[in-house]
Each structure stands twice: as structure tokens, then as C-alpha cells.
């Protein structure tokens, strides 16, 4: 974005600099600014039983799932991690390679037993190295991360875009749902999309909900128009997403015979 007072919208209207754009987006998304070595960005924090209806509101059958041996094997680990020390990554991004990150999604326990998300929101490109900055600073304190399709895109592209800014990249020990999922039910159900996951597995339909693939383009939209709304559909989808991947390990790991 620079910093030009305004920008261009190519339609004749303009929408003011970096500022403004940040404006809007603590107006529709109240938050607190994280401050990093690396710069500012802008931090939300929701309870996901709030937000996400049935989901379960505290950590015992997180903790439950978190000792199941499978798990354990599956991340590498000799003993299972406190659920505060667990966290479920969820990037949203402008590509599918090489493109900046605009918002990290990281959800897991918090200080008082409740579930709940922490969004890391570039409110300009010049604040990814700040997200970045501070998804550091989170996964440095998490002894295991929770992914869907992590192995093949968060974790490296997440790394990646770390390194760009020589920013060291922390990976504690990494579970994959969805390679369990493959496993699971790679020969009952369509695909092992993380919707229809979240359809046959969880029981919930999502509504209004914008497209993975479309989140690039909304964002770029705020950015052009400094038009918020887009960055609260796609915060919404990042925490339906990180939701629906906790809710899948506590099914995958969460029954099984001590």
C-alpha cells in the first residue's frame, strides 16, 4: 500500500491510505492492536462456543483425544501436550504459492478451560511481517499444532513466509487431520473436503459462508475499496475452519479405550 494518502480504485472513486483502511477493519472487527518487534497488526479474540453453535465449550474432549496413543504416534510425541498447550492453524492467503499472508487463525485452550480464536489480521499488506511476527511468538509457546492439510500448505507456506522476512520459524510437533481423515473415510465419503467433513462428521451446514477460493479476491477487494465487510466473512471462515479441524481430531482420537 505505501503510503499514499489515497488510492486509485480504477472506477474514479478513492478510498484513503493505510490509515483509513485500518480504521474499518478494528470498527467491524473490535480488537485490540498487537505490537511486535516487527511492526502492528490487528488481533481478535472469540470464544468459539459463541460463534460456532454445539461446538464443545471447554477442553476435556480435547484432552481426551490429546492422550490417545495414535495421536501421539502420529505427531511423534512420547506424552501427551496440555490442551493449553495446543493450537489449531488455520492461513488465510492471497495465493496458493508465494503470496502474502493476511490473517493467521490460532485456536486452542485458554487460561481459564474455554475454547477460543486468536486472528493475527494484516489490515494493509505492510503488516504481514507483524502477523507473521506474532504467529511466532504463538507457536513458540505451543508444544503441538493442530492442522487440516498443514503438512502440504500451512506449515510450509507459513515457514516460508517467515524466512522471507528472516523471521525463524518455530514448528513444535505437527498433527495432520486430514491425513486421518483420508484414512478414515477416504472410501465412504465423496472426498475428504474439510465442508464435507464438516457435513457428514459434525452435523453442520454452512450458510453465507464465502469460498476458500474466493478469499483471495475479497481481500484484495478491501484493499481497493477499503470496504471491510469481506474481511469479516473471511474472519468468520477462518474460524468455521479452525473449529471444524478440532472438532474432527476430538471425533478421530477422541474415543478409543484407556
Known sequence: MGSAETMDTGSGATVGGPATLRLRVDELLPGVERVTDRGKCHEVVYR?????PGFFAHGK?????L???ALLRR????????PGNVLCLDLETLGLQ????????????????????????????????????????ELERAHLVVTFNGTQFDIPYLCDRMRRYAIA??????????LEARGRFGNTLPNCRLQTLEVAICGRVREGD????????????FLLTGDARGIVE?????????ATTLELLVHLWGRWDA
Open 75 to 82: 505427531a511423534g510425541m512420547a506424552h501427551a501436550p496440555e
Open 67 to 69: 492422550a490417545n496413543p
Open 98 to 137: 508465494r503470496e502474502p499472508v493476511f490473517l493467521v487463525g490460532l485456536a486452542g485452550e485458554n487460561a481459564v478451560g474455554e475454547m477460543e480464536c486468536r486472528q493475527l489480521i494484516a489490515r494493509e499488506l505492510d503488516e504481514e511481517e507483524a502477523v507473521l511476527a506474532a504467529s511466532a511468538e
Open 169 to 178: 520459524p518455530h514448528v513444535p510437533a505437527h498433527v495432520d487431520v486430514l
Open 61 to 65: 474432549a480435547l484432552a481426551h483425544a
Open 210 to 221: 464465502v469460498a476458500g477460493s474466493e478469499v483471495p479476491t475479497a481481500y484484495r477487494r
Open 48 to 52: 468459539l462456543a459463541d460463534l460456532v
Open 234 to 242: 473471511i474472519a468468520r471462515h477462518n474460524v468455521l475452519d479452525l
